[in-house]
Structure formats: structure tokens, C-alpha cells
T-cell receptor
């Protein structure tokens, strides 16, 4: 059974700093991994998708990496802004199509 | 192309009533997934459907919950005889197929409150 862990559960950093969010998963037989952000009381916004054959994906100030063999992914956010404050979720997709989510990292950017 | 639509956005039901949650996938998407987010917990898979077929319902509670995705119209998640423990945010996602290149796109969710 796939299990996804995100550490830390919460993180506060001053505006402008670069930061890294971590995600680990127990079963390396994945099709892809998605990073999402969720604002309070809102839905999920997809940030990046990394296929199992890929090592990283970039979108603007975001860079996600994937090391399937070790069961790890990181989301790097450069030059953080107050608007980046949200909960960040990673989810892995196996051959059965369903996503298994981590419990998220609640990020607060301090102006 | 409109995103995934869910309605209602908020739903209040008394214990014992029925709740019907609707999900319209993105245009061209034939795969629908339902997830539940209980208070202070992560999102959990419930059911995966294609048009007129339930593909995987391994995350659905065995009783009171059912889902459908008819040939015409939205996907429906139905909860009969709701209890307080059903209070949660229910999210629907859709994708165009099963390729690993495809993302699942999420709707805004329906927040169910059982009083």
C-alpha cells in the first residue's frame, strides 16, 4: 500500500527566501507525481506534474525534482512571496489511476 | 475550456437526509475521480469512473455511498442517510485518459456539513 509523507507539516520563512518542500513515498512503482497548492477553503491547483521517467520539471519560480528509486520528490520555490502562502500537497499516481496524497506542508511567507 | 465544475459548493444536511453532489468534468475528459478530505486530514481516494462504468470503488464506504457517471450529464456522488462523520470536503477530478502524461484536474469541491 502506497504511503506518502510530507515533512515538515508547517513552515514559516521570510519573504524573498528560497525554500524546499519534501515529499517521500514508499512504493517506487509510480506513473507520475503531482504537486498541488490548496488555499484555505478552496480547491486544488495543480502546480507541476513529473512523469516517472523524468527527473525534474520547472514552471516559473517552481522546480520539482523526482528520485523514484529513493522514493523522494522536492518542490523548490525561489524568491518566495506572501502570495505563495498556502498548503502544498504532493500526490503520486500508481497503475490503478488513483492519486495517493500526502498530508501537506502549510507554508507561511512572512512579509 | 471551463474547468471541472462541482455543485453545490456548500451543502447542509440533517442527519438521516440524502446528499447529492454533482461533478461536470472538463470538456473532452471521460475519466472522473472522487476524493474526500475530512477535517484536518489528507485527501483520500473514493472512486474512479468512466462513462457508465465504475472502474475502482475501493475507497468508497461499503454502505450508504454510491457513485455514477451516466452517458449524459454529470457524475453524481450520492450519500444516503448522512451522519455527522460524513461532514467533509468532497473533490472531483477529471482527466482525458490514463496516460502518465495526463494530470488530474480538480474542481473547487463541495463542502458538506451534517447537522
Amino acid at each position: 500500500k502506497q504511503e506518502v509523507t510530507q515533512i515538515p507539516a508547517a513552515l514559516s520563512v521570510p519573504e524573498g527566501e528560497n525554500l524546499v518542500l519534501n515529499c517521500s513515498f514508499t512504493d517506487s512503482a509510480i506513473y507520475n507525481l503531482q504537486w498541488f497548492r490548496q488555499d484555505p477553503g478552496k480547491g486544488l491547483t495543480s502546480l507541476l506534474l513529473i512523469q516517472s521517467s523524468q527527473r525534474e520539471q520547472t514552471s516559473g519560480r517552481l522546480n520539482a525534482s523526482l528520485d523514484k528509486s529513493s522514493g523522494r520528490s522536492t518542490l523548490y520555490i525561489a524568491a518566495s512571496q506572501p502570495g505563495d502562502s498556502a498548503t502544498y500537497l504532493c500526490a503520486v499516481r500508481g497503475g490503478n489511476e488513483k492519486l495517493t496524497f500526502g498530508t501537506g506542508t502549510r507554508l507561511t511567507i512572512i512579509p | 475550456n471551463a474547468g471541472v465544475m462541482q455543485n453545490p459548493r456548500h451543502l447542509v444536511r440533517r442527519r438521516g437526509q440524502e446528499a447529492r453532489l454533482r461533478c461536470s468534468p472538463m470538456k473532452g475528459h471521460s475519466h472522473v475521480y472522487w476524493y474526500r478530505q475530512l477535517p484536518e486530514e489528507g485527501l483520500k481516494f473514493m472512486v474512479y469512473l468512466q462513462k457508465e462504468n465504475i472502474i475502482d470503488e475501493s475507497g468508497m464506504p461499503k454502505e450508504r455511498f454510491s457513485a455514477e457517471f451516466p452517458k449524459e450529464g454529470p457524475s453524481i456522488l450520492r450519500i444516503q442517510q448522512v451522519v455527522r462523520g460524513d461532514s467533509a470536503a468532497y473533490f472531483c477530478a477529471s482527466s482525458p485518459g490514463t496516460s502518465p502524461t495526463y494530470e488530474q484536474y480538480f474542481g473547487p469541491g463541495t463542502r458538506l456539513t451534517v447537522t
